[in-house]
């Protein structure tokens, strides 16, 4: 999740290694014209960063304002959410549980993307207070919080008993509480308590209207509903606030540091691509063939997340996104190696089209659910492994402008 | 406790004592054992990559315990992400819709891997009657005529207190923790917390007749590491005659595995269990209730009916969890890196480690090892590794004695721990409990435990003066 102060270290250890290496380097140079210390020497010099600081803080700076721009559309998009939910609770019909579904995947559209800016314990992950885990955690084991198909009084919700009152402090100890499945709040709580499990092939779950009006426990569910709305509201506000160009916090601290941003940058880009998307969202649901193992199993959004994140990655890099201009990181790296740049932008191009050319075969369920040889499964399998790759040149490009870039998730 | 006249006298041979130990230090901190450096020592970077140049991690923050090694090829990392899944998700009842994941129980302690071993880290004691299952559980038996440990003609070998509906748990546990302080020669003192351990029946009663041992859930970092050290390797640290002298013994936990074949033990607070495949399994089997191919049984005895007759989450002849995703877990584990040691060669860091080698810590908590050649696995394999264990049973005396033989282990043999990461527990699970059931609240408190073999230890300890106490500290949140 997060490794702030290590990046910082190894980013030491790496400048005195540049430093030891320098220093043979120059030794070497008096020695005659050895090609292979010549070349030591080369690594060195762009070890201390092949970026001038006014590039790397051109492309900080950017890459800080598409931050900003994209949170601020995220909560927009959930405040959205969060009036439709109230709607529906208020009058909970077909139609207005239609309404809240319909912006809960608007939202989603707006959330995706940002996920880029993990990994590197900013606002959104960061150990001490980064609400991430509140916000996003999943898979989710439903009876957690509500009943289930076979177990009609399971979950939070029903434990009457157990929990008297359903409170903001309930919910929010409840997360993780005893199992890294024993999800309570975030993005996928509120889409279970929209959708309900998903039991069908076909289709996204079914959640009957009633679930909110006569069900047992239906005040109740609409109460923890409302609170989980409310809660990724403000968790979402709390991360936007530190990237505010007007006096956020961890913007000028992100600033001040160009060369970290920079790593930090390309660390949640790779990290998100190998690690987290590759493996935990798709590489395990391909495996099982369960929908428990796909990232919004209850709407069947799970291919839109993909795409989502997929395009979040090339955003970060390009910085091309309504409202933002300014330098990227893109464009500095085609000042310092033209031909590196074109090659990674070509592969974050690609991977976001093999990810949308997936939507032909299906849902992400029927994908992971078809025959080993489907062609659906084969494209799937392919893009695993291009984001491994992507992953692997993200920190390739790093290594040469002189940044190390772990992949850790 | 001694008494301050039994102090002096230990005080007057000290001096002795630590020279020898700082003598026998230059050896055993640059082993003989494979290692590459005999004369020159570790270097920083080899104190730092504590799981060998492949198998450590740089991450130190909340999740420093569950990352994979980093030299692990395309199909390698999706196996582990696929084995982190299953470690990480819960198991539910059966029948369910979700197939590949029901089968909980009947009777159970935990409904995942990871709700003991969360983020791959350590479980400690409840905190409460209320608190929720963290990771401590107790093995259980009768000791028959001999003396020997048999399961409970009612409860098995472990205490499940935890069940799916309509089935009884088998109760609760209760424990009671009696204050004893201590004080340093110094004059610093401090309390030992000593916990005895009830368990009561749903109904209340208490069950009598019994001897248990309770049991936290350790880290998982680094077990692969461990299993592909040589047998040789471990041996040949043994010592069962003390035949040097040192008051240490330690000595091999030689078991069999399913082909009856002696194999040694390496596993488990008692180094009962020779490989992570089994020790995976029998935690699914007792632990969680999920029957494997190794495993095939219910967590039920005869004499629990209900038990007996709950659905299982078995179809087609599979057992509740298949040999496909037994082996991608065992695959996760052994390729979760250990994490770098943080603050080499500082100046409190290296008196501390220093010390700790004279004191006598690494006659057990071997500095340094070298994995085999053999593993399928690349990175496991001739990497120079710092766990500070020598993997033996050394009898810990009665203060940490649980009375029930394990195996070949006495009622008072543990095997030494390994100590990498020690330092990270508490980012990584939120707290400090330390040795076999988590009694220890801090590392200090932990080596206070220390008796029996490391009696001499521990008193060494003691007797430094509270820096060189406190580096000793600081060198262990190191690791």
Request: aromatic fraction near 6%; include cysteine; glycine fraction near 10%.
């Amino acid at each position: 999740m997060t490794k702030h102060r290590i990046l910082r270290q190894v980013a030491a250890a790496s400048a005195v290694t540049a430093l030891a290496v320098g220093l043979v380097g120059c030794g070497s140079s008096d020695s005659g014209s050895d090609s292979g210390k010549q070349e030591t020497t080369t690594t060195a010099a762009a070890k201390e960063s092949a970026l001038s600081p006014e590039q790397a803080e051109a492309a900080a700076t950017t890459y800080a304002d598409l931050v900003f721009a994209s949170y601020s559309d995220t909560v927009a998009a959930t405040k959205q959410l969060q009036s439709d939910i109230a709607a529906f609770v208020a009058d909970p019909t077909d139609e207005t549980l239609q309404t809240a579904k319909d912006s809960w995947l608007a939202a989603r559209d707006a959330y995706g993307p940002t996920e880029v800016y993990r990994f590197s314990d900013g606002p959104i992950d960061n150990p001490d207070d980064g609400p991430e885990g509140q916000i996003n955690a999943w898979p989710m084991d439903e009876a957690y919080v509500d009943y289930v198909e076979d177990d009609p009084e399971a979950g939070i919700i029903n434990d009457t008993a157990g929990v008297p009152e359903i409170t903001r402090d309930v919910i929010v100890e409840a997360n993780e509480e005893g199992g890294e499945t024993n999800i309570s709040t975030g993005w996928h709580a509120i889409e279970f308590l929209l959708w309900g499990q998903d039991l069908s092939e076909d289709g996204p779950g079914e959640r009957p209207v009633t679930d909110y009006t006569t069900a047992p426990n239906a005040e109740r569910r609409a109460q923890y509903l409302t609170e989980v709305t409310d809660l990724l509201v403000e968790d979402l506000e709390g991360v936007t606030e530190q990237w505010d160009p007007e006096g956020g916090e961890y913007r000028t601290e992100f600033l001040a540091d160009p060369d970290q941003a920079v790593t930090d940058i390309l660390r949640g880009m790779g990290a998100l691509s190998a690690g987290e998307l590759a493996g935990e969202r798709i590489a395990v649901a391909l495996d099982t063939k369960e929908q428990e193992d796909e990232h919004s199993c209850f709407s069947d959004n799970t291919l839109a997340d993909v795409i989502n994140n997929a395009t979040g990655i090339q955003r970060a890099y390009t910085a091309e996104y309504e409202g933002v201009d300014g330098t990227s990181l893109s464009d500095v790296v085609e000042e310092v190696d033209p031909e590196l740049n074109q090659d990674l932008l070509e592969q974050l191009e690609a991977n976001v089209a093999l990810a949308e050319s997936l939507e032909e075969f299906g849902t992400f369920e029927e994908i992971i659910r078809s025959d080993d040889d489907s062609e659906g499964r084969k494209k799937m399998n392919e893009l695993v492994e291009n984001l491994q790759a992507q992953g692997d040149a993200i920190a390739a490009l790093g290594a040469a402008l002189g940044y190390e870039v772990s992949l850790e998730i | 406790m001694s008494s301050p006249t039994g102090r002096r006298v230990a005080r007057g041979v000290l001096a002795f004592v630590v020279l020898g130990g700082l003598l026998a230090a230059c050896s055993s901190d640059a082993p003989d054992r494979g290692a590459a450096h005999a004369a020159a020592g570790p270097t920083d970077a080899e104190l730092r990559d504590q799981g060998g140049a492949d198998g450590t991690t740089l991450n130190q923050g909340a999740t420093a315990f569950a990352q994979g090694m980093e030299a692990l090829d395309s199909q390698g990392r999706r196996d582990f992400a696929v084995g982190n899944s299953f470690f990480n998700q819960n198991w539910v009842m059966a029948p369910s819709s979700t197939v590949a994941r029901d089968g909980l129980g009947p009777i159970f302690n935990a409904q995942s891997c990871s709700s003991c071993h969360f983020e791959d880290g350590r479980g400690q004691p409840p905190a409460d009657d209320d608190d929720p299952e963290r990771g401590l559980l107790i093995r259980l038996s009768v000791l028959d005529d001999d003396g020997d440990p048999q399961p409970h003609p009612v409860y098995g070998n472990q205490f499940q207190d935890r069940s799916i509906r309509k089935v009884p748990a088998e109760g609760s546990v209760q424990i009671d923790v009696t204050e004893e302080p201590g004080t340093y020669p110094d004059g610093t003192e401090y309390s030992l917390g000593a916990p005895t351990y009830t368990l009561v029946t749903p109904e209340g009663k208490e069950i009598t007749g019994i001897v248990v041992s309770p049991r936290v859930a350790p880290a998982m970092m680094g077990v692969g590491l461990l299993e592909n050290l040589p047998a040789s390797v471990i041996e040949a640290q043994a010592d069962p005659d003390d035949a040097d002298g040192d008051g240490v013994s330690g000595r091999p936990h030689m078991t069999t595995d399913e082909d009856g074949k002696e194999v040694l033990g390496r596993f488990g607070w008692k180094a009962a269990v020779p490989s992570i495949r089994k020790q995976t399994t029998e935690a699914f089997a007792n632990d969680v209730g999920i029957t494997s191919e190794e495993h095939p049984d219910q967590p039920c005895t005869d004499a629990q009916a209900e038990c007996l007759a709950a659905p299982t989450g078995e179809e087609d002849g599979e057992p509740e969890i298949n040999r496909d995703k037994v082996d991608k877990i065992e695959f996760y584990s052994r390729t979760l890196a250990v994490p770098a040691r943080r603050d080499v060669g500082t100046p409190d860091t290296t008196a501390g480690q220093k010390a700790f080698a004279a004191i006598g810590c690494t006659s057990c908590h071997t500095a340094e090892l070298k994995t085999g050649s053999d593993s399928e696995i690349p990175a496991l394999n001739d990497q120079v590794i710092r766990p500070y264990t020598d993997l033996l049973l050394h009898d810990m005396g009665p203060g940490l004695a649980d009375d029930r033989p394990d195996g070949d282990a006495s009622g008072s043999e543990w095997r030494t721990p390994p100590l990498w990461g020690i330092g990270l527990v508490e980012t990584v699970n939120g707290h400090t409990r330390f040795l076999h059931d988590g009694r220890a609240r801090s590392i200090e408190e932990a080596i206070l435990w220390h008796g029996g073999e490391a009696d001499g230890a521990k008193e060494r300890f003691e007797d430094l003066p509270a820096k060189e106490r406190k580096q000793i500290l600081t060198f262990l949140e190191s690791l």
